[in-house]
């Protein structure tokens, strides 16, 4: 039993839908649709959210952006997946009027007020022959913006440097296969791009392909989601690889993914919660299956067994921090799974909150024998029986100096 609260779904029961985060300023904005009652027989969204948070953890509402304040001018049921940015010192609020309408709003600030410059559609009814939702925006390493939409059939254009104006027409992105949770031979809608180390991450519901070029074309690479990773409670739901409407996202040198989940008691098709898990890469390029489970991410509990250490939630050149760890008792005993290849081993020092936080114990690694062999070393702490943010310090960097496996 987890000593914790549960951070997944975050947001639990308010009906907070297609979870999209972009990190401004050292602090993660969520941009939402907003299933608009656990009554719900359809598809009802009657306004747009935008919530923030320092923590991935704990969250406030800074807008909602209703569809009066849009060219629709008028209540709206269909406030379909939206997605934002931050550019030209203001923020830009990119929304679907429904399947096949997007318009975009400005304000100076997360909080509003919101206007609509353009008074109509930024990708007007037509203008494609896809169904025109659910966009999605990567700004490329160069600056330059792209925004992605569609369904089944997706579509690229780059946007002009006011991030209200098209500099193009939109171009079809070719993939090499289509599937997804339909099967062999159809994708989804809500497309998402993101990019790491070069390579350019197309992505549809839980399934993702690459490209080394924006417009592609993208070959197939798999899915992230897989049942055996699926903690039980979420299970329930016949295809977990459903309506996993999100976007992936770096912050702090980790890798998170943001999704839907309508797989716990009360949930359904129109009223569906958000989710939040690390991800990680192989050496490939490719996407290990992420872990979904209630503990989520910023958080940690050692009373449910080892942490893996790469699922820090910051990182630098000498420190893996572990915010909100529970679970430790009073002079706790850790055990590290650990690694040295330097000949003189390395000192791991266990701190609160920063490199130079209160220090609750040290300890010697030992040269490993032989390249990738992992030790168990044991580490008496001073600490007494509460959460901890915990930070693993290496003076002498990571590198090769240690690598930790787990944790406990």
């Given at each position: 039993?987890?000593?914790l609260?549960?951070?997944n779904p975050?947001?639990?029961?308010i ?7 972009v990190?401004?300023?050292d ?7 907003h ?5 719900n ?6 306004d ?6 320092s923590?991935?953890v ?9 569809p ?14 939206t997605?934002?940015a931050f550019?030209?010192?203001r923020?830009?609020?990119?929304f679907s ?28 009814r ?5 169904d ?6 990567l ?12 369904t089944?059939e997706?579509?690229i254009?780059?946007?002009g ?8 027409s939109p ?10 949770p339909?099967?062999e031979?159809?994708?989804d809608?809500?497309?998402s ?17 690459t490209?080394t ?13 897989e ?5 039980s409670e979420f ?5 977990l690889?459903?309506?996993?409407h ?6 702090n040198?980790q890798?998170?993914?943001a ?9 359904g098709?129109?009223?569906?919660d ?20 209630s503990v989520?991410v910023?958080q ?22 572990y915010?909100?760890?529970?679970g ?5 005993t850790m ?13 791991l ?10 220090l609750?114990g040290?300890?010697?690694i ?16 001073t ?13 002498a960097?990571w590198?090769?100096n ?7």
């Amino acid at each position: 039993m987890s000593t914790l609260p549960s951070n997944n779904p975050i947001l639990n029961g308010i009906g907070l839908t297609d979870p999209h985060i972009v990190i401004h300023q050292d602090r993660a904005y969520l941009f939402a649709t907003h299933d608009y009652s656990p009554d719900n027989q359809n598809f009802v969204m009657k306004d747009w959210w935008l919530w923030s948070s320092s923590d991935l953890v704990h969250w406030r509402q800074e807008s909602i952006l209703r569809p009066e304040d849009t060219f629709l001018k008028r209540p709206f049921g269909d406030c379909w997946a939206t997605f934002g940015a931050f550019r030209n010192n203001r923020v830009y609020w990119y929304f679907s009027a429904g399947p096949t309408e997007i318009g975009v709003v400005t304000a100076e600030s997360p909080a509003g007020p919101w206007t609509d410059p353009l008074g109509k559609p930024l990708i007007p009814r037509g203008l494609t022959p896809t169904d025109q939702r659910d966009p999605d925006l990567l700004i490329d390493d160069d600056g330059e913006a792209y925004l992605v939409f569609g369904t089944w059939e997706y579509y690229i254009v780059r946007l002009g440097k006011d991030m209200i104006s098209l500099a193009e027409s939109p171009r079809p992105l070719v993939l090499d296969r289509k599937i997804g949770p339909y099967g062999e031979g159809k994708t989804d809608d809500k497309p998402s791009l993101h990019k790491r180390n070069g390579l350019y991450y197309l992505s549809w519901s839980s399934f993702y392909a690459t490209s080394t070029s924006v417009y592609g074309p993208y070959t197939y690479r798999g899915t992230v989601i897989e049942t055996e990773l699926v903690d039980s409670e979420f299970q329930g739901i016949a295809n977990l690889r459903h309506d996993r409407h999100g976007n992936f996202f770096t912050w702090n040198n980790q890798w998170f993914y943001a999704f839907n989940d309508k797989g716990r008691p009360g949930r359904g098709e129109f009223f569906r919660d958000s989710c939040l898990a690390y991800v990680h890469y192989r050496d490939d390029g490719s996407m290990e299956p992420i872990r979904l489970d209630s503990v989520g991410v910023g958080q940690y509990d050692l009373s449910l067994g080892p942490i893996q250490a790469r699922d820090f939630f910051a990182s630098g050149p000498s420190f893996l921090a572990y915010p909100k760890t529970h679970g430790l008792k009073l002079n706790a005993t850790m055990v590290f799974q650990v690694a040295s290849q330097n000949p003189l081993g390395a000192d791991l020092e266990i701190r609160e909150g920063s490199l130079d936080g209160e220090l609750l114990g040290r300890v010697h690694i030992p040269q490993s024998d032989h390249p990738g062999q992992y030790k168990s070393v044991e580490c008496r702490l001073t600490n007494t029986a509460r959460p901890y943010d915990l930070w693993l310090v290496c003076r002498a960097g990571w590198k090769d100096n240690l690598k930790i496996q787990t944790f406990s």
